[in-house]
């Protein structure tokens, strides 16, 4: 389904408010309005506090008509047209607009419920803080080993009796590794959790009580009541309840619900929608779309933040497509052309220091140190990481540990030392203890495109960009309306 919906819109939107004179057309951009509160959006975002390279309003206006112009292109090769683009812009959009089906009311009674369950899960008991001692015990255990266990259970709570503290006999006597790491601790729990005699004993005790020691499945068990909580009244829980819901997206699990249920009476579909047909469920999924388009136009209408936020997400999608079309990708897999670029720039790239092109490696034994040197004397640069891996370091056992590059003073200790002959301290890597380098200098520049392939490839970018720029500026017309111009953020 095209989303054409949207973009018509927005200029009916700026149409409008530009006709009431409360949001005049700043600027024309290949024969589409701009209006004031758009430019002032992005410039105000784009300017902000924190912001190194800040502009004055005139200096903002050539980097947006640039951003104007790539999008316009954008729209003109259809790429809002294509499915990952409407999928992504879609999927964003109905994530800031599916919320504001969830009212604040519905958000209360969500709260509301969530209060009604825990307390019922609590129960009248409430929730206990607690802590335990085990004593394993198989029920089938040999009468001596029953006795034994009886025996040691006993000492221990005699000790406790006698003022031992209870975490750490929990920590050094308790056979639940577990708990015993947490000084015999339990998670928060309530009757319901629990079996019915551990239950039974543990309930029965005020907050600081230790019980006696009782016989379970498991073995003999002393618990100890920590602390017994139950929930506040509702208005008392209320924040931190909204806080939690906040904290795990609920609203959109609410909004969602609703739109459904919306869809759902506008189409009167009434079974339940997890036994509706398959086609249903597409009119369903339809009509929620549909639903989506209609809050969308509202809320652009009604909410110049949310207008601008949604189109700036939409630009942006189509501005990183056609930039990666236009010049990012092709500059990037242009061989021929940034080899002929470096070439021709050359002196650009040049160092005022030596740089070494190599590797810094470490072996265990002084045969891997000569062979490491002979297995890559002779291949090119960019083979060398496949020849090691494959000769030293195909099997589990890691013969040598590598660092390959191309290195400037104080980069590496290593290199430092045996190359730039620095008075380095180099830390031996523990299980490779012998150093070595191999490689060579390069005094002046790199020797190929290669060697600085990150700084050609966006000085190359940076070309072409200002090359495509000055294409859209020859192919689309740009009037920017200085009068109104000269009012951004001089404004009621």
């Known amino acids: 389904m095209k989303k054409t919906f949207l973009a018509t819109a927005m200029l009916l939107v700026g149409a409008m408010a530009f006709a009431q004179s409360e949001d005049p057309v700043i600027m024309t951009v ?17 300017n902000s506090d924190g912001v190194i390279d800040k502009k004055t309003v005139k200096e903002y206006v050539e980097l947006f008509v640039n951003y104007k112009l790539k999008v316009q292109a954008a729209l003109d090769a259809r790429l809002d047209t294509l499915t990952s683009f409407k999928e992504e812009f879609l999927g964003y959009r109905n994530q800031q607009v599916r919320p504001t ?3 604040d009311e519905m958000m209360e009674k969500e709260a509301r419920d969530i209060y009604d369950s825990t307390v019922e899960q609590i129960g009248p008991d409430g929730q206990a803080l607690a802590s335990y001692i085990l004593f394993a015990l198989s029920p089938d255990a040999p009468m001596a080993e029953q006795e034994k266990q009886r025996m040691r259970t006993d000492s221990i709570y005699s000790a406790l009796l006698g003022g031992a503290d209870f975490a750490e006999m929990a920590r050094t006597h308790s056979d639940d590794k577990a708990t015993a790491m947490r000084d015999g601790q339990m998670p928060p729990v309530t009757r319901s959790r629990l079996p019915e005699e551990f239950a039974n004993q543990l309930f029965a005790l005020k907050d600081g009580e230790m019980s006696r020691p009782f016989l379970m499945p498991m073995g003999y068990i002393i618990v100890k009541m920590h602390q017994r909580k139950f ?26 619900r609703r739109l459904k249920e919306l869809a759902a009476e506008k189409l009167g579909l009434k079974d339940s929608i997890d036994n509706l047909a398959d086609e249903q469920k597409a009119k369903l999924e339809k009509e929620e779309m549909s639903m989506l388009d209609r809050r969308t136009a509202e809320l652009s209408a009604s909410d110049s933040d949310m207008k601008n936020l949604i189109r700036e997400y939409h630009d942006g999608l189509l501005l990183y497509e056609i930039s990666s079309r236009t010049v990012w990708d092709k500059a990037a897999n242009d061989e021929k052309g940034l080899k002929k670029f470096f070439k021709k720039n050359k002196k650009r790239y040049a160092w005022d ?10 072996v265990k034994d002084e045969a891997d140190k000569k062979a490491v040197a002979k297995c890559v004397k002779g291949l090119p640069f960019d083979e060398w990481a496949d020849k090691l891996r494959v000769t030293f370091n195909a099997d589990s056992v890691i013969r040598i540990r590598v660092e ?34 191999f490689g060579k200098i390069l005094k002046k520049g790199p020797e190929c495109f290669e060697d600085v392939r990150g700084l ?10 200002k090359a495509w720029i000055g294409e859209l500026r020859k192919r689309y017309t740009v009037v920017v309306n200085d009068d109104v111009l000269d009012t951004v953020n001089k404004h009621d």
Do not use: C
């Open 30 to 46: 290949a024969g589409q309005p701009v209006s004031r509160s758009e430019f002032e959006y992005s410039y105000n975002k784009n």
């Open 456 to 465: 050609v490839t966006s000085d190359y970018q940076e070309e072409m960009e």
């Open 404 to 437: 390959k590059g191309i290195f400037k003073e104080g980069e590496n200790a290593v290199i430092d030392k045996m190359v730039f002959k620095k008075d380095t301290v180099v830390t031996p890597m523990k299980d490779y203890p012998i150093d070595a380098t």
């Open 101 to 103: 089906f969830a009212t």
């Open 231 to 256: 929930l506040k009244p509702f208005e008392e829980e209320r924040t931190d309840i909204m806080k939690w819901m906040e904290n795990r997206n609920l609203r959109d699990i609410v909004a969602e």
């Open 353 to 362: 220091k030596p740089r070494f092109k190599g590797m810094a490696y470490h």
